[in-house]
T-cell receptor
Framework: EDQVTQSPEALRLQEGESSSLNCSYT??????LFWYRQDPGKGPEFLFT???AGEEKEKERLKATLTKKESFLHITAPKPEDSATYLC????????????FGKGTKLTVNP | DAGVIQSPRHEVTEMGQEVTLRCKPI?????LFWYRQTMMRGLELLIY????????DSGMPEDRFSAKMPNASFSTLKIQPSEPRDSAVYFC?????????????FGPGTRLTVL
């Protein structure tokens, strides 16, 4: 069965304290891995798509990386406005547009 | 563009009643998705359409759930009869996936409470 596991479930950081979120996956064939950000009371907002091992993408203080078994979302010098739940999702080979989501990591950045 | 539009934003109903959730995707997008989010199970795909045709409904929990997309700018998700365990946030998303892999844009969700 295709599975996506995110860790930790929750993470508290002080402003400026860099860290990483993990997304590990067990799938039959990966077509793409997606990262989304979700603020309370809102729908997920797209951040990145990664397609192959070794690929990296950056946006402001966020950098996403991908290996054959997992992806990391690195947060450098976070600010309170980075507080949100970060969701990872995989899209499988075979032509389906279906995304399988992990349960997310709730990030809190204290000033 | 206004983004994906969902209505209502909140719905409170009693067990046994029919519930209809509505979604207007982003203009020009050819894929539409319905998701359900709960604390226990996270975000789960219920069904998705391509060019108004249902492609994968394997996530629809049971026959009480049905979804339609009569045209490119409108979709509904209906629950009849509703049960307390259907309480969740329901999201609609759309994407432009000619070659696949394009990001899905989510609406603000409908928070459903079944008493």
């Amino acid at each position: 069965e295709d599975q996506v596991t995110q860790s930790p479930e929750a993470l508290r950081l002080q402003e400026g304290e860099s860290s990483s979120l993990n997304c590990s996956y067990t799938v039959s064939g990966l077509r793409g891995l997606f990262w989304y950000r979700q603020d309370p009371g809102k729908g997920p907002e797209f951040l990145f798509t990664l397609y192959s091992a070794g690929e990296e993408k950056e946006k402001e203080r966020l950098k996403a990386t991908l290996t054959k078994k997992e992806s990391f979302l690195h947060i450098t010098a976070p600010k309170p406005e980075d507080s949100a739940t970060y969701l990872c999702a995989v899209q499988l080979r075979g032509g389906s547009e279906k995304l399988v989501f992990g349960k997310g990591t709730k990030l809190t950045v204290n000033p | 563009d206004a983004g994906v539009i969902q209505s209502p934003r909140h719905e409170v109903t009693e067990m046994g009643q029919e519930v209809t959730l509505r979604c207007k995707p982003i203009s020009g997008h050819d894929y539409l998705f319905w998701y359900r989010q709960t604390m226990m199970r996270g975000l789960e795909l219920l069904i998705y359409f391509n060019n108004n045709v249902p492609i994968d409904d394997s996530g629809m929990p049971e026959d009480r759930f049905s979804a339609k997309m009569p045209n490119a700018s409108f979709s509904t998700l209906k629950i009849q009869p509703s049960e307390p365990r259907d309480s969740a946030v329901y999201f609609c998303a759309s994407s432009y996936g000619v070659t696949g892999g394009y990001e899905q844009f989510f609406g603000p969700g409908t928070r459903l409470t079944v008493l």
